[in-house]
């Protein structure tokens, strides 16, 4: 077996398998993508969204499987997730750069978004304020069209703040692991930046939100990368 292919909310995804063979996932009319490179020791291996109405997975040996997914792609675009059908704008294109850099790892098969300074690595040139202000613009723009998004956020937030808000580390003791007082002269400077090194980051449901709706896909990855190779040296 090469690899597996999944539907996960309404995405085709593919993993390989092999811990000796690379997969592809080719789009026409794309340029070639990185292959999805091959599995070590206990990895599960490396998944990626499909991303295409239609592409081919390409293994070795002359292994093709070509996928049609069973969606249309619109002006907008329906997120199912919450109790209500709603509706959500596609991403402004002075923020499509950043919402794919933002989006790729997620595309990648990872479950976490980019960093700040991923972000700012892969689009060549921004300061991280202005990475900042253009990440909280993209939240600001699907939290306000989708308040029960908003809400999931602040409730992740405010658990985040109760788990995280013990400043010692656990001690195990007859057994039963628990959790010390916090010695008297703990920074709490330091136990600010513990939490936050720890918490997921703010605009985690919103680039979930992003790639599982589509309105985020390989092809912006592809054309990221076009337009690094299109600068001048």
Known sequence: MAGEIWRERDELWVRNLSFSHELWIDVPGQ??????????????????????????????????????????????????????????????????PVAAALCEPLLDGGRLPAAYSEIIRRLGGPTLRQVRNLIERLCRLYENESPELAARAAARRRRQEDELAVGAEPVLRAGVWVFPAAAQDSDEASQRIRRKALALPDYYEVAHLLVRRRLITSADIAALSDSRNERPA
């Open 31 to 96: 340029p070639p993508g990185e292959p999805m490179g091959v599995r070590h020791g206990h990895h599960p291996g490396f998944a990626r969204a499909v991303g295409a109405e239609l592409a081919s997975l390409r293994g070795p040996r002359g292994c093709l499987l070509v996928c049609q997914q069973n969606w249309q792609a619109t002006d907008t675009a329906i997120d199912h997730t919450t109790a209500t059908t709603l509706r959500v704008s596609p991403v402004p294109a002075d923020l499509r």
